[in-house]
């Protein structure tokens, strides 16, 4: 059975980092597209960063981009997410997804459980 599960979340203060995991199983990881969303109460679920099979190959949100760095690890079958300098508009769930476009929202074959970020002071 495919599983994603994520991992890192916690509460920071503004300016702290926190780096979050998303371990992959039960299907072909090293042919899937992997992206991290966000979503906060009321508002909608957003793209927040993205990577292709290519690890060369990434997207970010303008909201996130120099201070959030995506990477993955095909061996062990892992997704990461460096936030730093982190905000309190960053406060959201957190989501890992497989499948799709690296670069764009779209259709996702897989989704993660979710983990609560909350930067606040």
């Known amino acids: 059975q495919a599983q994603l599960v994520e991992s890192g979340g916690g509460l920071v203060q503004p300016g702290e980092s926190l780096r979050l995991s998303c371990a992959a199983s039960g299907f072909a990881f090293w042919l899937s597209a992997m992206t991290w969303y966000r979503q906060a109460p009321g508002k909608e679920r957003e793209l927040v960063a993205g990577i292709h099979i290519t690890t060369i190959d990434t997207y970010y949100a303008g909201s996130v981009k120099g201070r959030f760095t995506i990477s993955r690890n095909n061996a062990e079958k892992t997704v990461y997410l460096q936030m730093n300098s982190l905000k309190p508009e960053d406060t959201a769930v957190y989501y890992c997804?497989?499948?799709?476009?690296?670069?764009?929202?779209?259709?996702?074959?897989?989704w993660g459980q979710g983990t609560q970020v909350t930067v606040s002071s």
């Open positions: 997804a497989a499948g799709g476009r690296y670069y764009s929202d779209s259709e996702r074959d897989y």
